[in-house]
């Protein structure tokens, strides 16, 4: 748990029951026995310090997410040298002592040479989709678009 700041013993708690993802985290933030503010400022602290772990988080889930395709582009390139030292020396099949190495036909698969010339017949229909960005610029402009209005919420933020 990576602490920016020393919590009190009840909202380290909390943060942990976050952390391990425990139920009833609503009933133990409402029994801490705090003036409003200092509660809001201790579950600043709390935020805080989870968001720092869920930054180290992601970079080490990019980490070894690069890491997953060095070591799969390496097994591709492999794969891909074992096949044309096979095929340079004609051979389909080769057996050795731990594995058997074989050449074989894929199942057909179908290649797009000119998508314009493909009959209308084989065109699968996609739905529409809503422009939302241009309804929002004709509601803001004082036009009415029908089955469509501005809301706007609230939300709490942090500094």
Same mark, same amino acid.
């Given at each position: 748990?990576?602490?920016?700041?020393?919590? #009190?013993?009840?909202?380290?708690?909390?943060?942990? $029951?976050?952390?391990?993802?425990?139920?009833?985290?609503?009933?133990?933030?409402?029994?801490?026995?705090?003036?409003?503010?200092?509660?809001?400022?201790?579950?600043? $602290?709390?935020?805080?310090?989870?968001? +720092?772990?869920?930054?180290?988080?992601?970079?080490?889930?990019?980490?070894?997410?690069?890491?997953?395709?060095? $070591?799969?582009?390496?097994?591709?390139?492999?794969?891909?040298?074992?096949?044309?030292?096979?095929? +340079?020396?004609?051979?389909?099949?080769?057996?050795?002592?731990?594995?058997?190495?074989?050449? #074989?036909?894929?199942?057909?698969?179908?290649?797009?040479?000119?998508?314009?010339?493909?009959?209308?017949?084989?065109?699968?229909?996609?739905?529409?989709?809503?422009?939302?960005?241009?309804?929002?610029?004709?509601?803001?402009?004082?036009?009415?678009?029908?089955?469509? #209005?501005? #809301?706007?919420?609230? +939300?709490?933020?942090?500094?």
């Amino acid at each position: 748990m990576a602490t920016l700041y020393e919590l #009190q013993g009840s909202y380290a708690h909390i943060q942990q $029951m976050i952390e391990d993802g425990v139920e009833g985290l609503e009933d133990t933030l409402e029994s801490i026995e705090d003036g409003l503010e200092n509660k809001l400022e201790s579950y600043a $602290m709390v935020i805080r310090n989870i968001e +720092s772990d869920v930054e180290g988080l992601k970079a080490e889930e990019k980490r070894l997410a690069d890491r997953r395709k060095t $070591m799969e582009n390496g097994i591709k390139r492999m794969k891909l040298s074992m096949h044309n030292a096979m095929s +340079s020396t004609g051979e389909k099949k080769i057996k050795g002592e731990k594995f058997t190495f074989t050449i #074989q036909k894929n199942p057909p698969s179908l290649k797009l040479v000119d998508e314009s010339i493909i009959p209308k017949d084989f065109l699968i229909p996609v739905a529409p989709s809503i422009d939302k960005k241009a309804i929002m610029a004709l509601i803001k402009a004082g036009e009415e678009v029908p089955g469509a #209005q501005i #809301q706007q919420g609230e +939300s709490l933020r942090i500094r």
